[in-house]
């Protein structure tokens, strides 16, 4: 991020509003004196919560960041750590845990142990995604470990908990307060990103060139406007090759392949979550097109429109 620019707090609302943020899984490490847990790599990001203890995180080949109660590291995919809690004054290395093993399954919330010995040093590990469309997140992208050091009065602790409860709970409509919850502590995240004191913002692809911010908020925010490199690049202040360029390096991907994928994923919640008729739900997405609507969809996801909204919920991966 450049030095002086940051994203605008209205382009930051508009990005968090529509963001869907999904929980993959949730788990509860523990780990003993004189041990040490070894994480593999997993597609998704993750949050790791320290609830008790303390101890050295690992990442790759950096040198060990010291953790206590209410450090909050956010992980990237793809991204291996380790977690060990030494003794003191200890004159053996510390026993290594290559993979996690599961010692019990309550419901939704696994527990992994290292070593059996108290005091445990307690983690609570989240993986999850937020997402904007299918190979569009926010977190998704981030290239390298996030540390934050929180307090008891930021309730991070007592939010964790209340996901592990929903969890457990099987109440109606758990995976939709669980998913809230969780949205509650990303907002917490971002916003600390944007404080004086810690600013890791620009670690997020999307977020790392306000201008770019912004035309991916307007997209995001309204789909089946008109947009085109024009009328984005106008918005950005930019002119049509730098926005193409700066848009490419930000995102991923081109501004228009991103834009039908944005509209993709309005129709797909449109279908299954409406009675619209396919001729609104496509205008709404911005084509007036039957045709090219239904072959857009159905190379997105597979299928046609009316195929679609016939199939559950948990078959459509929305």
């Not at 620019?5 to 780990?31: G, H, P, W, Y």
């Not at 977190?139 to 929903?166: C, G, N, Q, Y």
């Not at 949205?183 to 997020?204: C, Q």
């Not at 997209?219 to 024009?230: D, F, N, T």
């Amino acid at each position: 991020m450049k030095a002086g620019f940051k994203t605008s707090a209205s382009t930051l609302n508009s990005l968090i509003a529509e963001l869907d943020v999904q929980l993959v899984s949730f788990s509860e490490c523990l780990v003993s004196p004189g041990c040490r847990l070894n994480v593999r790599e997993y597609e998704t990001p993750c949050i790791y919560y320290v609830m008790e203890g303390a101890g050295l995180m690992h990442f790759r080949g950096d040198p060990p960041i010291a953790v206590a109660p209410h450090t909050l590291i956010i992980v990237p995919p793809n991204y291996s750590f380790s977690l060990e809690t030494c003794e003191q004054n200890a004159s053996r290395e510390c026993v290594a845990v290559d993979r996690f093993e599961p010692i019990e399954r309550a419901n939704s919330v696994g527990t992994f142990s290292a070593g059996t010995r108290n005091p445990k040093t307690i983690v609570f590990c989240v993986f999850f995604r937020t997402l904007y469309c299918k190979s569009m997140g926010l977190f998704e992208t981030l290239a390298e470990p996030v540390i934050e050091e929180f307090k008891a009065d930021d309730r991070l602790d007592m939010k964790l908990k209340s996901v592990m409860a929903e969890l457990m709970s099987h109440e109606v409509a758990a995976g939709a307060m669980t998913a809230a919850l969780l949205k509650e502590i990303i907002v917490t995240l971002v916003r600390r990103s944007f404080s004086p004191l810690t600013s890791w913002a620009g670690r997020v692809s999307v977020l790392s060139d306000p201008q770019v911010a912004l035309a991916f908020a307007n997209m995001v925010v309204q789909p089946g406007k008109a947009h085109s490199i024009h009328t984005l690049a106008t918005g950005a202040c930019m002119g049509r090759s730098t926005f193409i360029a700066r848009f490419n390096r930000a995102v991923g991907q081109s501004p228009m392949t991103l834009l039908r994928e944005l509209r993709m994923r309005q129709a797909a919640l449109q279908l299954q979550m409406s009675n619209l008729p396919v001729e609104q739900i496509l205008r709404n997405a911005g084509y007036s097109s039957r045709s090219s609507f239904v072959k857009a969809f159905r190379t997105c996801y597979g299928v046609d429109p009316s195929t679609y909204r016939d199939l559950r919920p948990d078959e459509s991966s929305i």
